[in-house]
């Protein structure tokens, strides 16, 4: 008789509303001292998933009553319209966090912008002084869903620490922050770490030996059950849609990892949805309300 | 009848040799267009170690034509004083280059002295504007040490590319530089890269699945032969001065491999000396001489 295991589920919603929580008593610490952590969401153009997503970190932050600045662009703004709005915010005292949502129109060179906003106001870790100082060890502004990952873990009971975490992906939105941040000699990370991707060969050799296994690669089920270690923690950060015909929508959301394969397998779990996208969105805010705080004790 | 497999040596010097003579060519251009690439090396204190250091830098800035800019300061400088010192080299448009020695006397602040060079000019790799550049894969100045365990691989025809590259050390001079080098999309890298340290568990298990396995933790012959894969390409970064009764100095230098027993498993190895510290000068070289081409061509 075969017994069927199941990993347990990591709540990205459990995870992200106690976090959630710490940030509302910091924020009523900041409000006690006249201090509104303020946020810019530049939105250039009318692409309908980025339309999504900003809308989503506009409505946290009136939720969490921080001051949202919209800054709304045609898709045809040039970059020099683009550069003078990011440094009207920049000057800004009231505005602590800036976060241009990518993607940009292909006539802006996304670098170029994001290199435009002051590091201590780039809540969502993409100039190079904070990739840089997320590299060598300073403090700054990581990257909110590789952050996000590290949180799931930690407020998991699943610390990396001595840990052979595998990631597969190299990303500057995940895999290659995430690698930077887990193997740093540091409370939370102090993680062996490999990072695998497209050009890797023997991939499942190398995933079958992750002691916590992140998919970060962008296709739709990729890790089966086969390239998951016995009892291993995964941590799924893709979000594709997928056709289901059985849905009314005739679509579904999946992950990067076969969840069903893979809850035979691991001892622990993100859900897509419900998991890792649930983190991104309060981790912006958690580094927008860090961003406020540095900004008003000097 | 065994037969006795002997890894080939990677030859630092011909490598650092080769590069040399590109660079004279190099700097014979500029010259032609009125350009002496400079240096400052700025040393503080003296450390016998850094005194060595920076004598060989300042002397191979002599021998390849550059202009070295001696910076010597007493080991009780203020950190405002060394600061002014940066500022000034900064501002200097004959200076394409600064670098300054570490470690510092313990009342400096490295990083914020680090901070201080202007990226542009940051040879060393050392500002968090180059290490996120490197790691987001913008191109900068990567930390020479790390560049040169680059360079020797593929100018001994070991493309990392697709490899499994197993990096002992985690250092900022080395270890994550190198790791963001290698797992980079770019040509050069694409290798699917680990980094290990004092905190990994089964280490052993790990370096002897490595194609090219790099050790650079800092520890006497720690890298044994039955760490090395069959045929492994092993660089070794560590530079560690050992007791050896039967040399007339009482001492002698080795690496952090075991080197004779890595003769016998390794396809090529670097020796130690002759290996990785005859490139880092080199690299510097290189790093100062773009920098002067990148200075005097707008």
């Known amino acids: 008789m075969s017994v069927s295991r199941t990993a347990?589920?990591?709540?990205?919603?459990?995870?992200?509303?106690?976090i959630r929580s710490e940030l509302i008593v910091e924020i009523e610490a900041l409000r006690r001292k006249n201090v509104t952590p303020g946020?810019?969401?530049?939105?250039?153009?009318?692409?309908?998933?980025?339309?999504v997503y900003v809308r989503n970190k506009r409505k946290t932050c009136a939720e969490l009553g921080l001051h949202s600045f919209d800054v709304d662009l045609p898709a045809d703004v040039t970059e020099r319209r683009l550069l003078a709005s990011i440094d009207k915010l920049n000057r800004d005292p009231?505005?602590?966090?800036?976060?241009?949502?990518?993607?940009?129109?292909?006539?802006?060179?996304?670098q170029k912008v994001l290199n435009a906003i002051l590091p201590e106001k780039?809540?969502?870790?993409?100039?190079?002084?904070?990739?840089?100082?997320?590299?060598?060890?300073?403090?700054?502004?990581a990257p909110c869903t590789a952050a996000g990952c590290q949180e799931l873990l930690l407020r998991s009971g699943y610390d990396p620490a001595g840990k052979h975490v595998v990631i597969v992906g190299r990303?500057?939105?995940?895999?290659?922050?995430?690698?930077?941040?887990?193997?740093?000699?540091?409370?939370g990370a102090n993680a062996t770490v490999t990072v695998c991707h497209s050009r890797t060969r023997h991939l499942a050799a190398l995933t079958r030996q992750?002691?916590?296994?992140?998919?970060?690669?962008?296709?739709?089920?990729?890790?089966?059950?086969?390239?998951?270690?016995?009892?291993?923690v995964v941590i799924d950060v893709g979000i594709n849609r997928i056709d289901d015909p059985t849905r009314a929508s005739g679509t579904r959301l999946v992950g990067d990892v076969h969840f069903a394969q893979a809850l035979k397998k691991a001892r622990?779990?993100?859900?897509?949805?419900?998991?890792?996208?649930?983190?991104?969105?309060i981790m912006l805010m958690r580094n927008t309300v860090s961003a406020a705080k540095q900004q008003t004790s000097r």
Chains 1, 2 share one sequence.
Do not use: C, Y
């Open 8 to 18: 347990k589920i990591i709540s990205g919603k459990i995870i992200a509303d106690q």
């Open 39 to 51: 946020l810019a969401v530049v939105l250039v153009g009318e692409n309908p998933a980025s339309q």
């Open 94 to 110: 009231k505005v602590h966090g800036i976060l241009v949502q990518m993607p940009l129109p292909k006539h802006l060179h996304e």
């Open 122 to 141: 780039d809540v969502d870790g993409f100039h190079p002084v904070n990739a840089g100082k997320l590299l060598i060890g300073e403090p700054g502004f």
């Open 171 to 187: 990303s500057n939105i995940v895999g290659k922050p995430l690698a930077a941040l887990l193997m740093q000699k540091a409370a």
């Open 210 to 232: 992750a002691d916590i296994l992140v998919a970060a690669i962008g296709i739709p089920e990729f890790i089966t059950g086969r390239m998951i270690k016995d009892k291993a």
């Open 268 to 281: 622990a779990i993100t859900p897509v949805p419900g998991g890792v996208g649930l983190m991104t969105v």
